[in-house]
């Protein structure tokens, strides 16, 4: 991959498998200066596994710690230019018989913690006048998901939050968009039962789900100069063909 990224400050949370592991890699691999982190003890690994500069066990639900790594990060490293926020959970549960607390549970990591990132982000992003946020989201967040309505609404609050900082920031050289993908082979996704996903197949244009490197560009491209330059509060959907706005 050409090096389109060459000395960009990064963050990718979710980084310990999937999405997130894959945009890392690219990443680094466009030249990115690439901080890792995930809540699951895993990601310690990754920074030697892709070459990121280094790695970070952080819980998407707490402010303290979300805050104190991006201020870390920032005082290393003299900056942020580019947050990637890929974290996230998958359970499935219908909805009359969904509990409180899995709804709960999903809207605290999958939405609140994603604009806890942001906002820390924004910070040093405005301060600079300079910054890329780049929220993965999710093709369900558009058209629902049968035992997914925690999953789907929390999705569809990432789209709107990220379309809102968009209209804050764009101005002042922060350039906010999401990624919405269809499904993809990944492990929070082999969680969900067989016959979801054997559905679901059945439904897609293409065919088949993604794999995570067939994400990665979207963010590649969103976090460039001058690819992403006209890019503001977009919603990209690399999604086998399961949405056509």
Wanted: charged fraction near 20%.
């Amino acid at each position: 991959m050409t090096r389109i990224l060459e000395g960009r400050r990064t963050l990718v949370t979710g980084a310990a498998s999937g999405i997130g592991h894959a945009i890392a890699a690219a990443f680094v691999d466009a030249g990115a200066v690439v901080t890792v982190t995930d809540r699951n003890p895993a990601v310690t690994g990754i920074a030697d596994e892709i070459g990121a500069k280094r790695s970070e066990v952080v819980d998407a639900t707490s402010e303290s710690e979300i805050d104190a790594l991006v201020s870390g990060i920032v005082a290393a490293d003299g900056g942020l230019d580019v947050l990637v926020c890929s974290h996230g959970i998958l359970t499935q549960s219908p909805a009359a018989t969904m509990s409180t607390g899995q709804w709960r549970e999903t809207l605290d990591v999958d939405l609140t913690g994603v604009f806890m990132f942001n906002r820390a982000a924004l910070g040093p992003m405005l301060r600079q006048r300079s910054g890329r946020i780049i929220n993965i989201a999710s093709q369900l967040a558009i058209k629902g998901g049968v035992s997914l309505a925690h999953y789907a609404a929390a999705k569809a609050g990432v789209i709107a939050m990220t379309k809102s900082i968009a209209l804050e920031t764009a101005a002042h050289g922060v350039l906010v968009n999401a990624i919405a993908p269809g499904p993809i082979d990944t492990p929070m996704v082999a969680g969900i039962d067989d016959q979801w996903k054997r559905d679901k197949r059945a439904e897609l244009p293409l065919g088949r789900f993604g794999h995570p490197a067939e994400i990665a560009p979207t963010a590649v491209l969103l976090a460039s100069d001058p690819g992403g330059n006209l890019y503001v509060g977009q919603v990209l959907g690399p999604n086998s063909g399961d949405v056509m706005p």
